[in-house]
């Protein structure tokens, strides 16, 4: 329920697991305290099962803003933690890509000075450009966010298909 989040998380550079669908809530807990990971969920029965198992944070249902103070509070959390270090899809940290597949990103796609990465577990290419800077606007605690944000979920702009490598 809180993939969204999942992905703003690794977007900040959290390591984020998301839990499947049909996964007993014991199961959750007891891999939460194995691998000494906070539970983040609005669950209340999956908090109670997890409580004195593992560390719990309940989000309560909201929206982006809502979740991100929250988790600001509960956590001492930094969203500009190492803002796009890791690949929002799998959680795997992003590798500089080989320059053969670096230079297949054309250079008017890239709004910001930086290096093009690549997710070695889906081959996703991502690179600084608008998508990585309206992020850091959001991101950042007392920035004031372009308009068209506000609503939206965030867009992933990383290439798939035929970039993919
Ligand atoms: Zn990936």
């Known amino acids: 329920m809180l993939r969204w989040l999942g992905k703003w998380l690794r ?5 984020t697991m998301t839990a499947e669908g049909g996964v007993p809530d014991r199961v959750v807990a007891a891999r939460c305290a194995i691998e000494t990971r906070i539970l983040l969920t609005k669950d209340r029965h999956l908090a109670a099962t997890a409580k004195g198992v593992a560390r719990v944070v309940l989000v309560a249902a909201g929206g982006i803003d809502e979740g991100a103070v929250v988790l600001r509070a509960a956590l001492d959390l930094d969203w500009q933690h190492a803002p796009f270090t890791r690949c929002i899809l ?3 940290p992003l590798e500089p890509a080989p320059a053969d597949l670096a230079a297949r990103v054309p250079e008017r796609l890239r709004s910001a000075a930086g290096p093009v990465q690549r997710c070695a577990e ?21 920035s004031p966010r372009p308009e068209e944000e506000r609503k939206g979920r965030m867009q992933p ?9």
């Not at 977007?11 to 390591?15: I, K, Q, S, T």
């Not at 702009?157 to 490598?165: D, F, I, K, R």
């Open 122 to 142: 889906c081959g996703r290419l991502d690179w600084p450009g608008g998508h990585v800077r309206r992020m850091q606007l959001r991101l950042a605690p007392s």
């Open 11 to 15: 977007a900040a550079g959290y390591d």
């Open 90 to 92: 799998d959680n795997r």
């Open 157 to 165: 702009g990383a290439v798939t298909g035929p970039l993919m490598g």
